[in-house]
Each structure stands twice: as C-alpha cells, then as structure tokens.
C-alpha cells in the first residue's frame, strides 16, 4: 500500500496525538468528528496497516471529505497531505471509489478536462492575442481558467504581454496538469498524464513556464520534477513574475484603482508553495489600493472550501466552508475580495450570490491589467 511508506509519520502521530491538526481544518471545524481529522486519518491509516479496519465504502466518503488545504501540514512537522492522498489510492486500488471523484477524473482522461468540454474550446480564450511560437517561455493556463474564466484569462494574459513578455501557448494542445488526479488519489493515471506533459515540454524546449493557476504550479514544480529527473525548467506563478519585475523597478502602474480590498490566499500558492508577499507587494504597488488582511491570513488563511475534490464530492459542505471565508473577508470592511484562483474565484461568486453579499470579486490579474 502507498500508506506503507508513511509508517513512521503514522505511528508518530498514533503515539503523539497532541491534535494540533483540528485547529481550524476546514471539515473538523464544520463536522466535529474525529474521523474528519488529519489526527482522526492516521488512526485509520494504521488500522488500515494493522488490519483491525477493513476497507468500505464508508470509508473512502470520510477520507473523500478533506481539501488537501494544508493547514494541518502547517500545524504539524508530518506528511500530513500525503497521507491523504495516498489513504485516498490505496482505498481506489481496493476498488472503493467516490462516485464523484470517479466522474470528473473520467472526464479528465476522456476530455482533457474536468467538465466534459470539448477541447477546441480550451483555446478560445486566447483569440487575438500575440503568442509567440518560437519562445522558450511557455503560458499554462490549466483547465479552470479557460473553461470557467475565460475572460479574467485573457486579462491576466494581456498583462503579462503589456509588460512585455514573449509568450508561448500550447492552446488545443495543451493538456491537463493532473493535479485532481493526484489530490483525489488516482496516482497511477496521474503518472500516467504527467509523463504525456513532460514529452510535450521536452520536445518543445520549454525552459521556463508560467502558470496563473495555483494548482497546476504545485503540481508542475512539485510533483512533476519528483516523478522525473528529465524535467527541469523553471516554473514560475504569476505573481512572482510580476512582483520581481516591480521590485527591480521594471513594472509601473499608472492608472489608479480607488478600492478597499482584502487579498484571500489560496492554499496550493500559500501554505504549499509559501508564495505569500508576491501577492501582496504587487496589491500595495497598485495606486489607490488598500490592503486590509484577514484575521486568518498568509499561513493561517481559510480554505475556500473547493480544493482536494471536495467541491464535487460534498457541494453543501464546501459552500458552508466558504461562506465562513466570505464572512472574514466582509468583516475587513473591504469593498473587494481579491484573489489568484480560478477554483477559490468559482466558489466565492456561487456563495456570494447565494448570501446577496455586497463584496465585488477580483482575479488579481484584472486589476494588474486595469492598473497598467
């Protein structure tokens, strides 16, 4: 089993079991059950090992029931997410699937997509735009973005080309990143769709990639070099893009937005890929814009509630998760709630139409675009 190789973080938090982890886990706060912990995981990891918990489809729905946020990867010195996901394969090899999960990464395999859309379509954001094929420096615009914000897309596109980047773009041939498959647990057809990524990026030369999408970044720099020595360019998030080309004093913005904003960080671009003050140094270069945090923010920022599956394996949780979050960002007095992920942007639009709330909704590239 996947689980085998993390006996020693297991059996560490079996003998520990301090349950740092449940302070403000996403699920834990709104279930109350220990089962819904990272603590309350690892007890079931071990029976797992042990064989005094057998395999079910009970099981599978309360190991489902997790966002992969990372906050108990912050709170504790384990491999707290790993476990998760690898909990999450050993119960797929066993045959027990979420019905849910099996659905979207069906349509990933068959579509290229979690949505089932056709793939002429992942590209038609882009029309218009300069792309340069000749460039080593490659645009990865995920599956999110395209499909569901296609619009704030080309506007964090158009920015990057403003500040004069020469950018490539695979369009129609660009293919999912994986990183559902990973974080739902199908690690053998994730494998499988990484190495088809990786000949791609080989045969093209790409040096350097871009992405403005959190999860294809963590899962690019992370995952992809883990699996394969042979991949070895540069990956870069948006944000550190444009925040070091600011503080090398390359970048100036000169239209002013007057607005109050508070910045939401995303778990896979905070508390996984600590990019943390990017964001921020380029919102407080932007004239007329004011910052205000969150209580929980940088390390300690809420989840949106929609990452790790769980928006397709229990919708009514992820939005009672993200109501929270939107509650923290009214209580700043901010006018706006800006953040860089099209999955967080999604589900705080679907939550703030269901509360009537008055925050606008920001992509952090569309107010770098109107700032230019």
Not at 49 to 58: A, C, L
């Amino acid at each position: 089993m996947y689980i085998d190789d993390l006996k020693e973080n297991i059996y560490t938090c079996n003998r520990t079991r301090c349950g740092f982890c449940r302070e403000n886990c996403p699920v834990y706060s709104e279930l109350r059950y220990e089962a819904f912990s990272c603590r309350g995981k690892m007890l079931i990891a071990r029976g797992l090992i042990e064989g005094s918990i057998k395999p079910n489809n009970d099981l599978i729905e309360c190991i489902s029931l997790c966002t992969t946020c990372g906050y108990c990867l912050y709170r504790c010195a384990l491999n707290n997410v790993d476990l998760i996901e690898s909990l999450r394969a050993d119960l797929i090899n066993m045959g027990f699937e979420n019905k849910y999960h099996r659905i979207t990464v069906k349509n990933i395999i068959e579509y290229n997509n979690p949505f089932k859309e056709s793939n002429e379509n992942r590209s038609k954001w882009s029309e218009g735009l300069p792309v340069s094929k000749t460039s080593n420096t490659l645009f990865f615009a995920g599956c999110v973005y395209p499909y569901l914000q296609p619009d704030r897309l080309r506007k964090i596109y158009s920015s990057l080309i403003k500040i004069g980047l020469k950018l490539n773009y695979l369009g129609e041939n660009e293919v999912c990143c994986g990183a559902l498959l990973s974080t739902t647990g199908y690690l053998e057809k994730f494998h499988t769709l990484s190495q088809k990524n990786i000949e791609y990026f080989n045969e093209n030369k790409i040096e350097k990639i871009i992405t403005p999408c959190p999860g294809c970044y963590k899962t690019l720099k992370n995952k992809y070099s883990k699996l394969d020595t042979n991949f070895n360019p540069t990956i870069l998030h948006y944000t550190e893009v444009l925040a070091e080309l600011l503080e090398k004093r390359k970048v100036n913005f000169q239209n002013e937005i007057k607005l109050k904003v508070t910045w939401h960080d995303p778990c896979d671009l905070g508390r996984h890929m600590r990019i943390l003050e990017p964001p921020r140094i380029i919102l407080s270069s932007i004239p007329g814009i004011q910052l205000l945090e969150m209580q929980n923010n940088k390390y300690e920022s809420s989840c949106c509630g929609a990452g790790g599956g769980m928006l397709s394996a229990n919708a009514d949780l992820s939005m009672d998760i993200a109501s929270k979050r939107l509650e923290a960002a009214e209580a700043t007095g901010a006018e706006a709630l800006v953040t860089m992920c099209p999955t967080c942007e999604s589900t705080f639009e679907r939550v703030i139409r269901y509360t009537n709330s008055k925050l606008k909704l920001f992509d952090l590239g569309e107010l770098v675009f109107r700032a230019l």
